[in-house]
């Protein structure tokens, strides 16, 4: 699946733009940056992995990441409109 026809909700977003950030990535520091319930991280994760947006590393440096494909469109999310950007980049509100 391409970018365009990817099912990508807001929470997608964010974990997009989280990844283009800091880069490889364990679930816990995912967890961390974004506030997000780490069971929530993970089925985005696995979401976006199933649309061939990220990718599930082992070895050496284990964690996930944007794949080759996504990397080389890493601006996709900068050039969003700026209400969509305003979305990704705001804090995500705490529980209650």
Known sequence: MTWPEARVTDTGLLV?????????ISLARLHAITGLDESDAESELID???DGLVTRLSGDIPGWSLTDALAVRAGTVASLPDVCRTRVLSPVPGPG
């Open 16 to 24: 997009l733009h989280t990844l283009r950030c800091a880069g490889t």
């Open 48 to 50: 976006l992995g199933a």
